[in-house]
C-alpha cells in the first residue's frame, strides 16, 4: 500500500475543511484534503444552503407568474403557470457544480493535495482511504477533522422511498400533491413554504406549542401568519407515527389519532454530527455528548488532533466551521515556524452580514452565487 506523509491532513471538504485547506496553503503548510462527496463544499455547498436557496428562489418566481393569473396583479395578468420541476432541479445542479469548480480553483491554487475517496483512522495520526486507485495510507503530523453532519433519521421513520430527508428535497423530480414536513425548525419551513409556493398542499407536524420553538415568539409570528393565510396545515403539539399506503399516522395535542395523506413525507427533526464509519473511536479523542471536545482553539484531547465545525456542537453554521478553519490553520502555522497574518487564539465568528470586503484579502474565502 502506498503511504503519504503530510504537515497538515483535513478530513471534509466542507466550509470548515476547505477554508482551513486554503488559509494552510496560503501559510506555506504541506496539506492534504480529504473527502467522499461528489462534489466539494460539504453540506452548505451540495445539499444545504446554497441548493435550498436556488429552489426558494425559483419558487418565489414561480408564486410571482401565479398572481398574474386571473384579474393579475398590477395591471399584468398571464395564462396557468407551470413547472417542470427536474429541470428546475437541473439548473440548481449547475449552480451548484460552478461553485464546486470555484472550491476546487481555490485549493489547487492554495496547493492543497485533494484527495477523493472515504478515510479511516487507524491511530490518531493515520488513517486509510479507499480511492478508486486503491487504497492509500496518509500519516500527519497534524489532523483536522471536518466531517460535519448529517440528518437526524427517526427510528419509526426511517428514510427511504417516500419518507425524505432535505437532501432528497432539493432532488424531486416533480412537486408533491401533497407534502407533510415532520419537524418546524427552519429547514423544514424554508423547504415547506417552497413547495407550497409551487403548489403543492402542505401540512408541518411540530412536537412543540409553535413553529421555530428556538426562536422569540416575535420573530416567529410572521412566519405562523403567512402559513396560515396560505392555506399550510400546522399541527402543534402533535406526534408523527409510522407511514404506509401514503398516509402518515399522527397524534395531535390532545392526544386523538389521525392520518394525513401524503405523496412525500419530509423528516426535518435536526443534524447530528457525523461521528461513525471513519475510526473515531480508534483516536483517542475526549467526546462532549454527541460531539467531539475542543477547547477554545479547537484542540481535541489529542495532541495536535483539531476539530472544527458541525462535528463540535452547535451552532450548526457553514461561518462558524469557516471561522474555526483559519484559526487552526494559523495557530499550526506558529506552531510549525510560519508566519500568520493574525493572532493565534480563537476569535469569535464573523456575523453572516459581516461584509466580505472587510475581511483580510489573504485570507480564504468562500464562492458565492
Not at 68 to 97: H, R
Not at 137 to 147: D, G, K, P, Q, Y
Not at 187 to 216: H, N
Request: proline share 5%; with cysteine.
Amino acid at each position: 500500500m502506498q503511504t503519504l506523509k503530510t504537515k497538515v491532513l483535513i478530513i471534509g471538504a466542507g466550509t470548515g475543511g476547505y477554508v482551513a485547506g486554503i488559509r494552510c496553503g496560503q501559510l506555506g503548510l504541506e496539506t492534504v484534503l480529504v473527502d467522499a462527496s461528489p462534489g466539494l463544499g460539504g453540506t452548505c455547498l451540495n445539499v444545504g444552503c446554497i441548493p435550498s436557496k436556488a429552489i426558494i428562489h425559483a419558487a418565489g418566481k414561480f408564486e410571482t407568474v401565479a398572481k398574474a393569473v386571473g384579474d393579475g396583479t398590477l395591471g399584468i395578468t398571464a395564462s396557468t403557470p407551470a413547472i417542470d420541476l427536474s429541470k428546475t432541479v437541473e439548473w440548481k445542479d449547475g449552480v451548484v457544480k460552478k461553485l464546486n469548480a470555484g472550491v476546487a480553483a481555490l485549493l489547487k491554487k492554495a496547493k492543497v493535495k485533494v484527495i477523493k475517496g472515504w478515510a479511516e483512522f487507524s491511530d490518531a495520526k493515520t488513517c486509510t482511504v479507499k480511492t478508486e486507485d486503491g487504497d492509500l495510507r496518509i500519516s500527519a503530523e497534524h489532523v483536522i477533522l471536518a466531517t460535519g453532519s448529517e440528518p437526524v433519521e427517526l427510528p419509526f421513520l426511517p428514510f427511504g422511498g417516500d419518507v425524505i430527508s432535505s437532501t432528497e428535497a432539493l432532488s424531486l423530480p416533480e412537486v408533491p400533491k401533497k407534502l407533510v414536513v415532520v419537524g418546524g425548525g427552519y429547514i423544514g419551513l424554508e423547504l415547506g413554504i417552497a413547495f407550497r409556493k409551487l403548489g403543492a398542499e402542505v401540512a408541518i407536524v411540530e412536537m412543540a406549542e409553535r413553529i421555530l420553538p428556538l426562536y422569540d415568539k416575535a420573530l416567529t409570528d410572521p412566519v405562523a401568519k403567512w402559513l396560515e393565510k396560505h392555506g399550510v396545515q400546522l399541527l402543534l403539539g402533535a406526534r408523527a407515527g409510522g407511514f404506509g399506503d401514503g398516509k402518515l399516522n399522527v397524534t395531535d395535542k390532545d392526544g386523538n389519532p389521525m392520518q394525513l395523506n401524503a405523496d412525500k413525507v419530509l423528516v426535518t427533526v435536526g443534524r447530528r454530527a457525523r461521528t461513525q464509519g471513519w475510526g473515531l473511536e480508534n483516536m483517542g479523542v475526549a467526546m462532549n455528548g454527541p460531539f467531539v471536545k475542543i477547547d477554545n482553539r479547537c484542540a481535541t484531547s489529542m495532541k495536535n488532533v483539531w476539530a472544527i465545525g458541525d462535528l463540535t456542537g452547535e451552532p450548526m453554521l457553514a461561518h462558524k466551521g469557516s471561522a474555526q478553519g483559519e484559526v487552526v490553520a494559523e495557530i499550526i502555522a506558529h506552531l510549525s515556524g510560519k508566519e500568520a497574518t493574525t493572532a493565534c487564539s480563537i476569535r469569535p465568528p464573523s456575523p453572516p452580514s459581516a461584509s466580505p470586503s472587510r475581511r483580510s484579502s489573504r485570507r480564504a474565502s468562500a464562492p458565492t452565487t
